[in-house]
């Protein structure tokens, strides 16, 4: 049976094409993948901010996924924008009715760089207690970070990672985004058994940066549906007993390659766009600098 390499986006809708959903689809294509979306909230915005989010209702988000699974199980999922405390139980709930996850990288969207706020403070304990644990790696920028802590301390990021495996169980990876860092952006792998990895990035000189972490944690998605063999997952019937059992295997040098590769797509599409004027604000970057071909495999 031929399949695509195929890649779920669960997050908000983003009119304006920069961030959210309407970039993952593009990142998720540009990088091989098949493409498919379930929203959780439509906001109201364009390059010069976010003017009000509203989140679709928990139900529905719950009825878009378990449809998609029941007929073919993606080979990642990326979940962005949750909405609210309701939404991310009902993401929850369908995940663990999984007899077997496929790779899931959560990026912890709270705030817009427009300062919109976007996931309540239930919200954010709901992701931490439900809906992380069940994930292979979160992605929070510097700011998501702390709040994840629950610390203003300005402890190094090592001793604070291992208080964010104390926060949150079960989840072995955390990415953390040096995009507000002072030297070279640089991102750092932790595991939760203590390894960790420095990725250094450059910076690239531009307003287009609406987005820049949708396009990094969905590139990190596509990386590994690729580098995984492809599995062909029984999809979602409700006879099944719900197990919830994590399935994917792969080595922490592997999550590095797919992480340091997203992180130098995320670089490229930024410098292909940086001139572009495509609104008055903060634009997109360009996600389909070189779109690759969608991979197809006989599972
Ligand atoms: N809108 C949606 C739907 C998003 O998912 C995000 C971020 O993930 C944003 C807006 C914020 O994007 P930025 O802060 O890069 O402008």
New binding site residues.
């Given amino acids: 049976m031929l399949v695509y390499t195929h890649c779920l986006s669960i997050?908000?809708?983003?009119p304006s094409g920069?961030?959210?959903?309407q970039a993952d689809i593009k990142v998720f294509s540009a990088l091989g993948c098949y493409a498919s979306a379930a929203i959780t909230?439509l906001?109201v915005?364009n390059t010069l901010g976010?003017k009000a989010a509203y989140n679709v209702k928990p139900d529905l988000v719950a009825a878009q996924i378990e449809t998609v699974f029941e007929d073919r199980i993606p080979d990642a999922i990326k979940i962005?924008?949750t909405g609210d405390a309701a939404i991310v139980r009902a993401i929850t709930g369908v995940l663990r009715q999984l007899d077997e996850r496929p790779f899931i990288v959560i990026?912890p969207?709270m705030i817009?760089?427009?300062n919109h706020q976007?996931l309540d403070d239930n919200g954010i304990e709901a992701i931490m207690t439900d809906l992380a644990p069940l994930c292979d790696i979160i992605t929070p920028n510097i700011h998501e970070f702390y709040r994840l802590c629950s610390t203003q301390t300005k402890d190094s990021t090592a001793v604070l990672a291992q208080k964010l495996f104390a926060n949150i169980a079960d989840i072995p990876y955390l990415l953390v985004k040096g995009g507000h860092s002072e030297g070279l952006p640089t991102d750092i792998l932790y595991s939760r058994d203590g390894n960790y990895n420095e990725i250094v990035g450059q910076w690239v000189v531009t307003n287009n940066?609406?987005?820049?972490?949708?396009a990094l944690s969905s590139a990190i998605a596509a990386n590994m549906a690729k580098l995984l063999p492809p599995q062909n997952r029984q999809p979602l019937s409700k006879q099944q007993t719900f197990v919830g059992k994590k399935s994917v295997s792969y080595t922490f040098n592997e999550l590095v390659t797919a992480c340091k590769n997203a992180k130098q797509y995320v670089s490229k599409a930024l410098s292909c766009g940086a001139e572009v004027q495509n609104g008055q604000g903060?634009g997109a970057m360009n996600h389909l600098f070189q779109p690759e071909e969608l991979r197809i495999s006989n599972i």
């Fill in positions: 997050a908000g809708s983003d920069g961030a959210g959903i909230a906001t915005q976010v962005g924008m990026d969207v817009s760089s427009s976007l940066t609406h987005g820049t972490g949708c903060n």
